[in-house]
């Protein structure tokens, strides 16, 4: 077993964007950018999902939100911040009614920068995370281990 | 007796690239009447205006939707235009003409995208797809972005296109509309698409009218009102027909704005053969001081801009009313006694753009 | 009813009624209401437009005083009318489909008036 690989599953959701990066995102699942190329596939349900891509900054409603679906998604986990929004508040941080960047609610591991964030840096990003995530899988399965013995 | 349930539907679902909650009131599968509640991307960026100064605010809007961001910057800056009366050269308008129907065609593309998406038709969302990231580069190579492009500024454009991008441009687009003529031929024939489609959500003429229902959603209830033909930017000398259709449903819509794809590619060929070699920008001085109003055609709809001055260099009070605004009351209207099952396409029917809706 | 700019009328709180019902008789859309606060007293300003024509009415409304909602007429009043009282504090009336400024739920309150107005 120790030669396979991990595929994590992706979840996206739009915190407070502006759609840019958002639709860059969903771009990037189309043949022309093609993400899943690297073994990831698009999910739907946060239950299933192993890395987490978020757009957009928090604001009072939608925290809750990212809260419930950071801790409904199985671990280990890996959060991606992508576009500037999501990694500070961006242009829309002095907005009463934004908190922040992603990492005001959530911890996360990767930040992509960009406005709108370009495709390119999304697939960075997503590479990176698919490492992080492997990283932290096997990490996970040594401690078990030496746990058991 | 049925029974009556309650159903919240989203903010986090599948079909839905953008969170929006509605509460659906359902008697067994049929829907009685929908409450939506938003405010899952309100971010209050019309407040923004007391933060940033006035040629500042053009980036601002730009983001205030990631689509149809250019007429934003559009809106925004003719308004203030119009309070400052500042006649912007005649080659900027056709280039924010012409920008604007770019803008349109990769929206409409990527709704029809999203909605075969939503009945299931994956290979028709690859190929809308496919044939948006065209636009895209096109984008690209003329201004540096994809997406977010910002090359309006308050007196005309930041950007030029030089004669020879522009008829590499019309070349580009004679392909595309040979293929796009393919794809769309698949939504108009294919029998599984009309089956989700035809006599689903009928928004009447009227209805349309009393819910206030703008764009291709109006047209597509025999409502012949376009504000291209108020003749804003260079469009009052452009040659087109406003697109309607008589049928009211689902179908229609998807008809009016496969139509309009093909109107957008003839617009860019007017206006590109009619293109005057002047100046792109105007200086402008000063600050603005009283208060206009603009409404332009987004590919969903009727976009409204309202800016008030003082004369400083802080504007007063900028609103936007988006098409997607405007067309909720619509969408509650269609959604009144449809099945269950079809809430997620009939959604998607109206083009929402919810960080639009809630700025 | 007074024309203040081109397509800007003036109207008074009791004239909003019978032009409300007039727009709706005569089968125009209601385009947006736009609030905004100018000098102490909140501005209304309905839009409706048939076709391409567009009317404005600019309602002036004092800050203690109220406006009666139209959503009775125009059913797609309900959401600007509901904005407005959230983020504006405007006092609308019998709202059809009252949200009790929860519209956006937002943290802070009336967000759109400076600190000294509140």
Same mark, same amino acid.
């Given at each position: 077993m120790k030669n396979i690989h991990k595929s994590p599953w992706l979840l996206h959701y739009d915190? *407070?964007?502006?759609?840019g990066c958002d639709i860059e995102v969903l771009a990037c699942t189309t @043949?022309?950018?093609? =993400? &899943?190329? /690297?073994?990831v596939v698009n999910t739907g349900n946060p239950m299933h999902a192993d890395i987490f891509l978020i757009t957009g900054g928090i604001n009072s409603q939608n925290e809750d939100v990212v809260k419930q679906i950071y801790e409904q998604m199985p671990g280990p986990k890996v959060v991606v911040a992508v576009g500037t929004c999501a990694c500070t508040?961006?242009? /829309?941080? +002095?907005?009463?009614n934004i908190k922040g960047g992603v990492d005001t609610v959530i911890p996360v591991d990767i930040y992509v920068p960009g406005c709108a964030a370009r495709p390119e840096s999304i697939i960075d990003g997503v590479v990176k995370a698919v490492a992080l995530f492997q990283e932290k899988h096997d990490k996970k399965k040594r401690k078990e281990r030496a746990a058991k013995s | 007796m049925p029974k009556r349930s309650i159903v919240p539907f989203g903010p986090? #679902? @599948?079909? !839905? @690239?953008e969170p929006i909650h509605l509460d659906l009131v359902l008697e067994d599968e049929l829907v009685i009447e929908a409450i939506p509640s938003i405010?899952? $991307? #309100? %971010?209050?960026? +019309? *407040? !923004?205006v007391a933060k940033k100064d006035f040629n500042e605010m053009v980036y601002v809007t730009e983001r205030?939707?990631?689509?149809c961001s250019f007429m934003h910057g559009m809106g925004y800056c003719s308004a203030v235009e119009q309070i400052m009366n500042v006649q912007i050269p005649r080659r900027a308008e056709f280039l924010r003409t012409i920008w604007a129907e770019m803008s349109r065609i990769h929206s409409h593309l990527l709704w029809l995208g999203l909605l075969a998406d939503a009945f299931g038709f994956e290979a028709l969302f690859m190929q809308s797809w496919r044939l948006r990231e065209k636009i895209l580069d096109m984008f690209e190579i003329a201004?540096?972005?994809?997406?977010? /492009?910002? =090359?309006?500024?308050i007196g005309g454009v930041l950007k030029d296109m030089p004669a020879e991008m522009l008829s590499n441009f019309v070349a580009v687009l004679d392909g595309m509309e040979k293929e796009l003529r393919e794809t769309t031929q698949t939504f108009l024939d294919d029998y599984t698409v009309k089956s989700r !489609?035809?006599? =689903?959500g009928i928004l009447t003429e009227e209805d349309a009218i009393r819910r206030g229902a703008v764009g291709p959603m109006m047209r597509a209830s025999g409502i012949e009102v376009d504000m291209r033909k108020t003749g804003y930017a260079a469009y009052d000398e452009i040659d087109f027909q406003v697109i309607t259709s008589k049928e009211c449903d689902s179908f229609a819509r998807c008809k009016v704005r496969i139509a309009e794809l093909f109107q957008s590619i003839e617009i860019i060929r007017q206006a590109v053969s009619k293109?005057?070699?002047? &100046?792109i920008s105007v200086p402008v001085k000063g600050f603005p001081n009283g208060e206009a109003y603009v409404r332009l055609e987004q590919p969903r709809g009727e976009a409204f801009y309202y800016v008030r001055a003082?004369? *400083?260099?802080? $504007?007063d009070r900028m609103r936007v009313r988006t098409p997607t605004f405007a067309n909720i009351p619509a969408l509650m209207q269609v959604l009144q006694g449809c099945q269950f099952g079809d809430v997620p396409l009939l959604i998607l029917t109206i083009d929402p753009c919810i960080s639009c809706t809630e700025r | 009813m007074e024309e203040i700019q081109k397509n800007i009328y003036k109207i008074e709180q009791v004239e909003l009624f019978p032009v409300i019902m007039e727009k709706k008789n005569d089968m125009w859309r209601l385009v947006q209401i736009c609030c905004s606060f100018v000098e102490g007293n909140y501005e209304v300003t309905y839009s409706f437009a048939t076709g391409y024509e567009i009317s404005n009415y600019r309602l002036i409304v004092g800050k203690e005083e109220s406006v009666p909602s139209i959503s009775r007429v125009y059913k797609s009043a309900i959401l600007y009318e509901n904005e407005m009282r959230e983020l504006f504090g405007l006092n609308v009336e019998f709202?059809? $489909?009252?949200?009790h400024d929860k519209?956006? %739920?937002?943290? &802070? &309150?009336? @967000? /759109? !008036?400076?600190k000294e107005d509140r």
């Open positions: 915190g *407070s964007s502006c759609n @043949p022309v950018y093609d =993400v &899943e190329r /690297f073994g508040g961006g242009i /829309f941080k +002095e907005c009463y | 986090q #679902h @599948p079909v !839905l @690239p405010g899952y $991307v #309100h %971010r209050g960026l +019309e *407040s !923004l205030i939707c990631g689509i201004t540096g972005g994809r997406v977010i /492009f910002s =090359v309006n500024k !489609l035809v006599g =689903v293109i005057p070699d002047t &100046e003082n004369g *400083s260099k802080f $504007v | 709202i059809k $489909v009252d949200y519209l956006y %739920r937002i943290n &802070e &309150e009336t @967000p /759109f !008036l400076k």
